[in-house]
């Protein structure tokens, strides 16, 4: 907040982010460098996270859909809003 500047995330804790989130298209960055886009269901925390109509990406190509996906929180490197 230098020079009077806002942060687009300012006042707000990584758990009340990830809960605005839920119900929204979220990209999730896995620590290998696999992508998941999908709508988050729900995340709890561990950063495990539940996506539905998800798609995988590898390498910048998509390789699979899924219906559901469950990614464990210790390959989460970060999400991010799609």
Same mark, same amino acid.
């Given at each position: 907040?230098?020079?009077?500047?806002?942060n687009q995330g300012e006042g707000k804790d990584p758990s $009340?982010?990830?809960?605005?989130?839920?119900?929204?298209?979220?990209?999730?960055k896995?620590?290998?460098g696999v992508i998941y886009?999908?709508?988050?269901q729900s995340v709890d925390g561990y950063m495990n996270i539940a996506l539905e109509? $998800?798609?995988?990406y590898v390498n910048g190509?998509?390789?699979r859909s899924y219906g559901d996906?469950?990614?464990r929180g210790n390959n989460v490197m970060y999400i991010a809003a799609d």
């Open positions: 907040m230098e020079n009077g500047s806002v $009340t982010f990830l809960s605005d989130l839920i119900g929204n298209a979220v990209l999730v896995l620590n290998s886009k999908g709508e988050l109509k $998800t798609d995988e190509a998509k390789r996906a469950f990614v």
